[in-house]
């Protein structure tokens, strides 16, 4: 009699024994990972042994297609027009992104425009913001000056720790020496025709010419225009040394035969000074002609000799060679005065002829001419001009 099933042992048979669990059965799932783990052995065995991987490698527990063992076929590379479409197309992007976001932020800013209140004061800025502007911009032009402080002492020091500075500064000196001693008449003469020359008396200044004005003994040239009030010495020799010696003291009378009158007499009275001098030369008076240029026909010079003056009017002005003496000497029955001086200024190439005619006192009651008075001389010594220059004095050149 067989136990039947509900017994406690009628089913022992059936029933695995002790540490035993009944196999599964393999699904879909389990076949495919099954032949993908061969498929990945044969080729790692196929690789180790130097035979060539196969590609379709028999599946044993199941006809499932295996998931490897498939076919790809490459996408084909895009055209130019491809190309083209894809970047307007970022562009696009990029453009609409942009101005999405400043129009937002835009958006955000006009609130806190509008929060600030209005009127006269909302439109201008506070001490605190002007004080702050003016040191941000006092601050910036403080840099910008430490900078270039900056820049030029780093060029100095590189330029001073060079081998060749000092030769080069020492030359440099020395050329610039040689230059001042050469030329520093023509660089004063220059400064001295912008400056007046003289320290004139405001009572010398005759605003009527008619007028009899008593004056002292002493002799004087007077020029209002350039402002000049110098001592002119009459009888000097016409020699170059006497002429230099008188005009370190103010103006010379340089009485040539034909033109050796006197102020007040018929006839020419000529007289000398310097328009620029050597700095290093003796004498108040190197420059008190230097702007005997600026004189124009029409012009009035004022003459005192002996205890008189006399009033001149300027009638032309020319520019002659030293050499031309004849231009002094010409008959005149009337008064005549002629101002001679160095021109350009700072050198003694040509000389200046200042001429004028005296209108008062009366010119038709003046002295006889001196003898020999309008007659010309060939042996009449030169125009007296400056003293030599440095190259001159060094290598023995002739004088002005």
């Known amino acids: 009699m067989n136990p039947d099933n509900n017994s406690p042992g009628g089913d022992l048979k059936h029933r695995p024994a002790a540490g035993h669990t009944l196999d599964p059965q393999p699904n879909d799932s389990e076949a495919q990972r099954s032949a993908a783990t061969n498929i990945i052995r044969g080729n790692i065995d196929a690789l180790y042994e130097g035979r060539p991987v196969s590609q379709d490698e028999p599946i044993d527990q199941t006809d499932a297609p295996n998931p490897y063992q498939r076919t790809h076929n490459p996408h084909p590379a895009p055209e130019a027009d491809q190309w083209k479409q894809y970047h307007s197309a970022w562009q ?3 453009q609409k992104y942009y101005e999405n976001y400043y129009t937002h932020e835009l958006s955000k800013a006009k609130p806190i425009e509008q929060e600030k209140p209005t009127g006269y004061f909302s439109s201008q800025p ?6 702050t502007q003016e040191l941000s911009n006092d601050q910036a032009l403080f840099e910008l000056r430490q900078k270039l402080l900056g820049k030029v002492q780093d060029s100095a020091k590189k330029i001073r720790k060079s081998r060749h500075f000092i030769p080069v500064a020492a030359a440099l000196a020395v ?3 040689f230059v001042f001693l050469q030329y520093n008449r023509v660089f004063i003469a220059n400064v001295q025709a912008y400056v007046s020359p003289g320290s004139i008396d405001p009572q010398n200044i005759v605003v ?12 004087r040239l007077i020029i209002p225009k350039i402002n000049v009030d110098v001592p002119a010495l009459y009888d000097v020799a016409t020699d170059y040394d006497s002429q230099m010696a008188a005009m370190e003291k103010g ?22 000074g310097h328009s620029s ?3 290093f030369d003796v ?29 001149y009017v300027i009638t032309k002005t020319e520019v002659v060679a030293p050499t031309e003496v004849s231009k002094l000497v010409y008959p005149t029955d009337k008064p005549m005065l002629t101002l001679i001086t160095c021109t350009p200024l700072g050198t003694a190439l040509n000389r200046l002829l200042v001429t004028a005619e005296q209108v008062t006192p009366d010119p038709t009651a003046a002295a006889p001419a001196p003898a020999g008075s309008g007659e010309s001389s060939t042996d009449s010594a030169a125009i007296p001009g400056n003293s030599p220059t440095f190259l001159e004095r060094l290598f023995g050149g002739g004088n002005n």
């Not at 103006?251 to 000398?272: D, K, M, Q, R, Y």
């Not at 004498?283 to 003056?309: T, V």
């Open 92 to 94: 696009n992007y990029y």
């Open 126 to 131: 506070t001490d605190l913001e002007q004080t």
């Open 175 to 177: 050329v610039l020496i």
């Open 208 to 219: 009527d010419p008619t007028a009899d004005v008593v004056v002292g003994p002493e002799s």
């Open 251 to 272: 103006v010379a009378h340089f009485p040539i035969p034909g033109a050796n009158s006197h102020p007040g007499e018929v006839g020419n009275t000529v007289l000398s």
């Open 277 to 279: 001098n050597d700095l």
């Open 283 to 311: 004498g108040d008076y190197k420059f008190i002609f230097a702007q005997l240029e600026k004189l124009s026909p029409g012009d009035s010079i004022y003459a005192n000799y002996n205890s008189k003056r006399y009033t």
